[in-house]
């Protein structure tokens, strides 16, 4: 599907929203998303409390980035493991590159990683002349698709089984052309068939991070397919890739996001597997990599940790807002053109590509406040995005009919006489256009809203007006 | 009568030039339940348009005509959540620099109410009797229910008029797509929203939709009419007050 940057988000939508098969998707997810976060978090009485404390932790790390990753690169030094820091993505995917080529390496499986989708770390990799297998069931769906993740935790959630068993009889041309492929339990077996293969000729794995372990120099990995523990023990290299603001301070403050992290992004207790790594294979270990590296990556977090935006840098990744968000579920995560859609791509976005490559994301947002509410981590989007708006709005990067428009308003809005002569003015029109229909069926200036919509007419006369001739005074 | 509730009916600039009848009906329960009203002159906007642009300082401005016209007031009401919630969480944010009129703001945002929530949680109305025969349903307009925790505050009132049933929506704390702007710079999403929400709304069988925000309101009735639906719209304040002889949201002149 062809993408679209986030500048034609408008278009990309259109596009979305013509495309059936993404809107049964879309709107199964919607579905699914109502009855399941509300009932998981029905059983856990101090959701809301454990909320509290995970923003505390991640506040009180935030506040004290530095001293935090600097004790957990003391610790993973400690358990054997090298450290590699980088300032943006160009650095990054250079970083791994030369460990893959230090290495020989030749296979490279990879776990699900949303900061690798940032760096584009796979294309980068290939083009180099290595191939990358993604081991994610999801992400290894798209990566035969030439597609991109449409959700943080659930890459593929745009696609119907139906077009995924096509996928696979498409590129496993060496499987029988008639095998049964109608339930996903079928589709996951031969994935995982394929997979194996891979897991066991690759040199290299490469994960990302949910987390950073300052006090143990651990790194935490979940899924919900076992992929990222074979990604990471079997290869002879584990490289991560994490940016900064995963750490937190100890193992307990882990368990704490880790309660409320799959419970917001899939409904569940737990994920399936929790993984800790710290370091590599040591003396007498029956498994796990010779090397252990770990590439810490910026990429714009030090300048968000600085700003009105550092709320941001709490966020787990989740994907919890993408699924509650009204606007996500009615044109899903590629119509927004970056690497994370919905509400914390709105925000993320602007940040990652600069604000006049995405300020239409921002704008992008009814601001019902699903988001906020959802959000594990009390990130508030909606203010954010508003914060966004600002800033657009200073710099003259949106619409000029758009500013135009409000600049007239806000004229008439500040001068009262102005306004109640405008008011005046505007009721007689409208009530003048509607007739006795009650309501406009196609109006200039308002073609959007008229196109799907009609527009009610106004009664008839300003209600102070009237409530001042009847009460004087 | 001193002891009555001085309260500044903050029509919004919705009712005030779209359905004067909601402001009356707004009138007519506060003073049923015990408040003297009155309705300045000078209020215009909360300026959410303005501050949901992202052009504070047209925000900030009309802001500061708000504060100072209802300043006086033991309590500013209006019959919208979003309003409402305009002046009690973001005027304080909004004028938090202003050394004019940051306290100010702070005074009109911890007396400023949603006229539902204000019934019954501030002056705890329940001297009332209404009739009304005919199957309803209601949406949670976003602002209110998120901003200020209206959800049980319209149902427990409704609940206690007579022949009304309620009948809830599938997903009633969905957004229906208005979102002020937001409807006018992204028109095929909103309406695609709307869509949903009417599709809900009709498969409930209600005869009516009632809310609490205008916004909503036009954006529903206004879907639902080119839809060629039957089900009307109204202000819930406009049923509260016995006030439904107006031709519904969007609807012909009888």
Same mark, same amino acid.
């Given at each position: 599907?062809?993408? %679209?940057?986030?500048?034609?988000?408008?278009?990309?939508?259109?596009?979305?929203?013509?495309?059936?098969?993404?809107?049964?998707?879309?709107?199964?997810?919607? !579905?699914?998303?109502?009855?399941?976060?509300?009932?998981?978090?029905?059983?856990?009485?101090?959701?809301?409390?454990?909320?509290?404390? /995970?923003?505390?932790?991640?506040?009180?790390?935030?506040?004290?980035?530095?001293?935090?990753?600097?004790?957990? =690169?003391?610790?993973?030094?400690?358990?054997?493991?090298?450290?590699? &820091?980088?300032?943006?993505?160009?650095?990054?995917?250079?970083?791994?590159?030369?460990?893959?080529?230090?290495?020989?390496?030749?296979?490279?499986?990879?776990?699900?990683?949303?900061?690798?989708?940032?760096? $584009?770390?796979?294309?980068?990799?290939?083009?180099?002349?290595?191939?990358?297998?993604?081991?994610?069931?999801?992400?290894?769906?798209?990566?035969?698709?030439?597609?991109?993740?449409?959700?943080?935790?659930?890459?593929?959630?745009?696609?119907?089984?139906?077009?995924?068993?096509?996928?696979?009889?498409?590129?496993?041309?060496?499987? $029988?052309?008639?095998?049964?492929?109608?339930?996903?339990?079928?589709?996951?077996?031969?994935?995982?068939?394929?997979?194996?293969?891979?897991?066991? /000729?690759?040199?290299?794995?490469?994960?990302? $991070?949910?987390?950073?372990?300052?006090?143990?120099?651990?790194?935490?990995?979940?899924?919900?397919?076992?992929?990222?523990?074979?990604?990471?023990?079997?290869? !002879?290299?584990?490289?991560?890739?994490?940016?900064?603001?995963?750490?937190?301070?100890?193992?307990?403050?882990?368990?704490?996001?880790?309660?409320?992290?799959?419970?917001?992004?899939?409904?569940?207790?737990?994920?399936?597997?929790?993984?800790?790594?710290?370091?590599?294979?040591?003396?007498?270990?029956?498994?796990?990599?010779?090397?252990?590296?770990?590439?810490?990556?910026?990429?714009?977090?030090?300048?968000?940790?600085?700003?009105?935006?550092?709320?941001?840098?709490?966020?787990?990744?989740?994907?919890?807002?993408?699924?509650?968000?009204?606007?996500?579920?009615?044109?899903?995560?590629?119509?927004?053109?970056?690497?994370?859609?919905?509400?914390?791509?709105?925000?993320?976005?602007?940040?990652?590509?600069?604000?006049?490559?995405? &300020?239409?994301?921002?704008?992008?947002?009814?601001?019902?406040?699903?988001?906020?509410?959802?959000?594990?981590?009390?990130?508030?989007?909606?203010?954010?995005?508003?914060?966004?708006?600002?800033?657009?709005?200073?710099?003259?990067?949106?619409?000029?009919?758009?500013?135009?428009?409000?600049?007239?308003?806000?004229?008439?809005?500040?001068?009262?006489?102005?306004?109640?002569?405008?008011?005046?003015?505007?009721?007689?029109?409208?009530?003048?256009?509607?007739?006795?229909?009650?309501?406009?069926?196609?109006?200039?200036?308002?073609?959007? &809203?008229?196109?799907?919509?009609?527009?009610?007419?106004? +009664?008839?006369?300003?209600?102070?007006? @009237?409530?001042?001739?009847?009460?004087?005074? | 009568?001193?002891?009555?509730?001085?309260?500044?009916?903050?029509?919004?600039?919705?009712?005030?030039?779209? !359905?004067?009848?909601?402001?009356?009906?707004?009138?007519?329960?506060? +003073?049923?339940?015990?408040?003297?009203?009155?309705?300045?002159?000078?209020?215009?906007?909360?300026?959410?348009?303005?501050?949901?642009?992202?052009?504070? +300082?047209?925000?900030?401005?009309?802001?500061?005509?708000?504060?100072?016209?209802?300043?006086?007031?033991?309590?500013?009401?209006?019959?919208?959540?979003?309003?409402? %919630?305009?002046?009690?969480?973001?005027?304080?944010?909004?004028?938090?620099?202003?050394?004019?009129?940051?306290?100010?703001?702070?005074?009109?945002?911890?007396?400023?109410?949603?006229?539902?929530?204000?019934?019954?949680?501030?002056?705890?109305?329940?001297?009332?009797?209404?009739?009304?025969?005919?199957?309803?349903?209601?949406?949670?307009?976003?602002?209110?229910?998120? =901003?200020?925790?209206?959800?049980? @505050?319209?149902?427990?009132?409704?609940?206690?008029?007579? %022949?009304?049933?309620?009948?809830?929506?599938?997903?009633?704390?969905?957004?229906?797509?208005?979102?002020?702007?937001?409807?006018?710079?992204?028109?095929?999403?909103?309406?695609?929203?709307?869509?949903?929400?009417?599709?809900?709304?009709?498969?409930?069988?209600?005869?009516?939709?009632?809310?609490?925000?205008?916004?909503?309101?036009?954006?529903?009735?206004? !879907?639902?009419?080119?839809?060629?639906?039957?089900?009307?719209?109204?202000?819930?304040?406009?049923?509260?007050?016995?006030?439904?002889?107006?031709?519904?949201?969007?609807?012909?002149?009888?």
């Amino acid at each position: 599907m062809e993408q %679209g940057t986030s500048l034609s988000f408008s278009a990309n939508a259109a596009r979305a929203q013509a495309d059936a098969d993404l809107q049964s998707a879309l709107d199964k997810l919607q !579905r699914d998303t109502r009855t399941g976060r509300p009932a998981i978090i029905a059983r856990l009485p101090e959701f809301e409390a454990l909320r509290d404390r /995970a923003v505390a932790i991640k506040d009180h790390t935030l506040e004290n980035l530095d001293h935090y990753l600097e004790k957990f =690169e003391a610790n993973v030094i400690d358990a054997g493991g090298h450290t590699h &820091w980088c300032e943006d993505a160009a650095a990054a995917r250079e970083t791994v590159l030369e460990i893959c080529r230090a290495a020989d390496a030749k296979i490279v499986g990879k776990g699900k990683s949303m900061v690798s989708e940032e760096i $584009a770390l796979n294309d980068f990799l290939i083009a180099n002349g290595l191939e990358v297998v993604e081991t994610d069931l999801g992400e290894y769906i798209l990566q035969l698709r030439e597609e991109t993740p449409s959700h943080i935790v659930m890459p593929a959630i745009h696609l119907k089984k139906e077009q995924i068993a096509e996928t696979f009889r498409d590129h496993h041309t060496m499987l $029988a052309p008639d095998r049964p492929l109608n339930e996903p339990r079928e589709m996951t077996k031969e994935a995982r068939v394929r997979l194996r293969e891979k897991f066991l /000729a690759a040199d290299v794995g490469i994960t990302g $991070a949910n987390m950073l372990i300052a006090e143990t120099g651990s790194v935490v990995v979940v899924t919900n397919e076992g992929n990222g523990d074979l990604t990471q023990t079997l290869p !002879r290299i584990h490289i991560v890739i994490a940016t900064i603001e995963k750490v937190v301070p100890r193992i307990d403050d882990a368990l704490s996001i880790l309660r409320i992290l799959a419970r917001s992004a899939t409904g569940q207790e737990i994920t399936s597997y929790t993984t800790f790594a710290t370091g590599p294979r040591r003396t007498g270990d029956p498994d796990g990599p010779e090397e252990f590296h770990l590439v810490l990556l910026d990429n714009g977090r030090t300048k968000l940790l600085d700003g009105a935006f550092r709320d941001v840098l709490r966020c787990i990744r989740c994907g919890a807002c993408q699924s509650a968000c009204p606007v996500y579920g009615a044109v899903g995560g590629h119509a927004y053109g970056g690497v994370y859609g919905g509400p914390i791509g709105a925000v993320l976005t602007p940040a990652l590509d600069g604000i006049e490559n995405a &300020w239409t994301l921002p704008e992008a947002s009814s601001f019902c406040g699903s988001c906020e509410d959802v959000c594990p981590m009390r990130i508030p989007l909606p203010g954010l995005m508003r914060l966004w708006r600002e800033i657009a709005h200073a710099g003259k990067l949106n619409k000029a009919r758009a500013r135009r428009g409000l600049a007239i308003w806000a004229f008439a809005a500040r001068r009262p006489w102005l306004y109640r002569t405008g008011a005046r003015i505007a009721i007689r029109v409208l009530h003048t256009l509607a007739r006795r229909r009650g309501h406009i069926r196609s109006m200039p200036l308002a073609g959007g &809203w008229t196109a799907a919509r009609d527009l009610p007419a106004p +009664e008839g006369g300003r209600f102070i007006d @009237q409530w001042h001739r009847k009460h004087g005074a | 009568m001193t002891d009555a509730p001085f309260v500044g009916l903050f029509a919004t600039c919705l009712v005030d030039l779209y !359905r004067p009848t909601v402001g009356f009906a707004t009138a007519r329960l506060l +003073e049923a339940a015990g408040c003297r009203i009155e309705v300045p002159r000078s209020q215009i906007c909360c300026g959410q348009p303005a501050y949901n642009a992202g052009d504070r +300082e047209n925000a900030a401005a009309i802001a500061r005509q708000t504060v100072a016209a209802f300043e006086k007031y033991d309590y500013v009401v209006a019959p919208s959540g979003s309003c409402a %919630g305009m002046l009690r969480h973001h005027y304080p944010e909004l004028l938090a620099a202003d050394a004019n009129y940051s306290a100010r703001a702070n005074a009109v945002a911890e007396k400023s109410w949603e006229l539902i929530a204000f019934l019954t949680d501030v002056v705890r109305w329940t001297d009332f009797d209404a009739r009304w025969p005919g199957t309803v349903t209601y949406h949670d307009a976003c602002s209110g229910l998120r =901003e200020l925790g209206v959800k049980d @505050q319209p149902r427990n009132l409704l609940a206690r008029i007579d %022949g009304l049933e309620l009948r809830e929506l599938e997903a009633p704390d969905v957004c229906c797509g208005f979102g002020g702007t937001f409807c006018m710079k992204y028109p095929e999403v909103s309406a695609a929203m709307v869509d949903k929400k009417a599709a809900d709304i009709v498969a409930t069988g209600a005869a009516t939709l009632l809310s609490g925000d205008l916004g909503c309101l036009m954006n529903i009735a206004g !879907r639902l009419s080119r839809r060629g639906e039957t089900v009307e719209a109204r202000h819930v304040a406009e049923i509260l007050a016995g006030m439904t002889d107006v031709p519904a949201i969007g609807g012909t002149r009888r």
